[in-house]
């Protein structure tokens, strides 16, 4: 078993209207087991394109130009992701890579309770569970996440905001999949609420072993939760190194742009960076 | 000089099936001309209820809001010329803007409802305003909302407040759905303003480093009371109230995450 859960090599997505966009262009990069990598940049820079991508989540006029996308599955086999036939790619998707949608918020079905909608999970990708054992499941999975189980027959617009996101985690992380992928999981939330999320999103990593590819524009929040950043920039990957050597030594101009386009919680002040 | 005066508002809001709840409890502050108050706290904490009742959307259970000394009529001609000295400018640009509307009809407006400038000078006040939120009019003035980006519209939504002549504005949230990298320009217009034309301005929002980077003082509000007042640098590099120093921690902060690299995540380094 290799270090590499992800390779994705040589990977682009045009969208092919008039004119056509490279939204993303040629990118590589590695994720490795277990790891939290940001991918942060402005809008319309290409991150989500690419964490769709690499799912093939992507609708026309969206269309895979070049590259492959490989996961390493811990039973060892390589799965090249675009080689999937339908059928194989329903049972990879969620099984191997969750997703936490951008805007959780509205994720969820209003008109079904919280319960059902974990509960449809397992009813799909795990058949030979029976009723009673996946009620277990989904008690568990909302105690994980302490959302609390008698929550179950909550209905969406019965909980908080951040509530809401938790049981999108616990939805994520219902099949125990290698990866997940969170699109600005907590931006719509407070500071103290997102706080509590992020706690909870790296103590579920230690617990699980998943990686996370975390997509935000948040950067300062990225410094702190990531183990690498990716900065991407019209469609490319300008620069991908660890969250450290991002804040103390960027390399790309670009990167040092973004940095100090934030105002400092305690350092120098001054509405600053024209 | 101008004063603005919220003086021991209460409002207590009726909820079905809630019973009472105390969105504001007897919160009193004063915004001069000329003057920036950061307003921050976490969702629920009562920030959008103060401004609501500052501009009158709300009206207070107890206490009241004067301006130089006087009690906002609570309608009528009054209230529309106590507008005219207050305005918002809010957090969701694609919302506050007219879809079917270009960016003259949002200007104009307030200018011909207010009587701002005669008939005639009307066009060169459109001009004139957007040039002061660094929008070209050219090329701006005859789009629509839709034809904008995010940054665009929250500059055209700053003109429009402006075009009153206001004494005060009310900014919830002004930069919270732009992206990080023009944000600041945002802020930056909105402090340049506020000097330019003595502004005084109450910056409403539950982002921490924006709130001391852009106010002299800060308020923070916890379940519906003040929690702690003081000058920017000292509510946030010197922390006293236990919630205040729970949102501090909160807050993303590199400088210090890096300097200690105790934070969350950071085990797995």
Not at chain 1, 1 to 15: G, T
Request: with cysteine; charged share 25%.
């Amino acid at each position: 078993m290799s270090d590499a859960l992800l390779s994705v090599n040589n990977f682009s997505v045009l969208y092919d209207v008039d004119p056509p966009v490279n939204a993303v262009r040629n990118v590589d990069f590695e994720l490795r087991r277990g790891e939290i990598l940001g991918l942060a940049g402005e809008s319309g820079c290409g991150k989500t394109t690419l964490a769709y991508g690499i799912q093939r989540l992507l609708k026309a006029p969206a269309v895979i130009t070049s590259g492959s996308v490989v996961f390493h599955d811990k039973s060892g086999d390589d799965i090249e992701i675009s080689e999937l036939d339908v059928e194989e790619m329903r049972q990879f998707r969620w099984d191997k890579i969750s997703m936490v949608f951008q805007g959780a918020m509205n994720a969820l079905n209003p008109v079904a309770t919280i319960g059902s909608q974990l509960d449809d999970v397992f009813e799909v990708h795990r058949p030979s569970m029976t009723k009673a054992q996946r009620r277990e499941a989904v008690i568990e999975l909302l105690e994980i996440v302490k959302v609390g189980g008698q929550r179950r027959r909550s209905f969406p617009h019965e909980l908080s905001g951040g509530m809401r996101q938790r049981v999108m985690i616990a939805m994520a992380l219902a099949l125990r999949p290698q990866l997940m992928v969170m699109d600005e999981p907590t931006t719509a939330l407070d500071v103290l609420v997102q706080r509590e999320i992020l706690k909870q999103i790296s103590q579920l990593r230690h617990q699980f072993g998943f990686s996370v590819i975390f997509i935000t524009h948040d950067l300062p929040l990225l410094l702190e939760i990531s183990d690498r950043i990716a900065i991407m920039r019209e469609g490319e990957i300008v620069e991908l190194n660890t969250a450290e050597q991002i804040w103390r030594d960027p390399q790309d101009d670009y990167t040092k742009k973004l940095l100090s386009s934030f105002p400092r919680l305690t350092g120098e002040k001054g509405l600053v960076a024209r | 000089m101008s004063l603005l005066e919220f003086d021991a508002v209460t409002k207590v809001y009726s909820v079905r099936g809630a019973g009472q709840i105390k969105a504001l409890d007897d919160v009193s502050f004063t915004l001069e001309s000329g003057q920036t108050i950061g307003l921050v706290g976490q969702s629920g904490s009562g920030k959008s209820t103060t401004a609501k009742i500052l501009t009158q959307l709300e009206t207070p259970t107890s206490g009241e809001v004067r301006l130089d000394g006087r009690a906002i009529p609570r309608h009528g001609s009054g209230l529309r010329a106590y507008r005219q000295q207050l305005r918002m400018v809010f957090q969701d640009p694609f919302a506050s803007l007219n879809p079917y509307h270009s960016v003259r009809h949002h200007i104009e407006r307030p200018l011909r409802l207010d009587n701002v400038v005669p008939q005639e000078q009307i066009n060169g006040e459109v001009r004139r305003l957007l040039g002061r939120v660094r929008l070209d009019p050219a090329s701006i003035a005859d789009r629509r909302p839709h034809e904008l980006s995010g940054g665009q519209r929250q500059r055209v939504a700053i003109a429009r407040a402006l075009a009153s002549r206001p004494k005060f504005l009310v900014a919830d949230e002004p930069v919270s759905m732009l992206d990080v990298s023009i944000r600041l320009g945002v802020l930056n217009l909105l402090a340049d303003l506020q000097r330019e034309e003595g502004l005084g301005v109450l910056y409403i929002t539950h982002d921490l480093a924006t709130a001391r980077h852009f106010s002299s003082e800060i308020i923070v509000l916890n379940q519906g009371r003040i929690a702690e007042r003081g000058t920017a640098d000292d509510v946030i590099l010197r922390p006293k109230h236990p919630y205040t120093q729970e949102l501090r921690a909160a807050s993303p902060d590199p400088e210090k995450f890096f300097a200690s690299t105790s934070g969350i995540g950071g085990g797995a380094r």
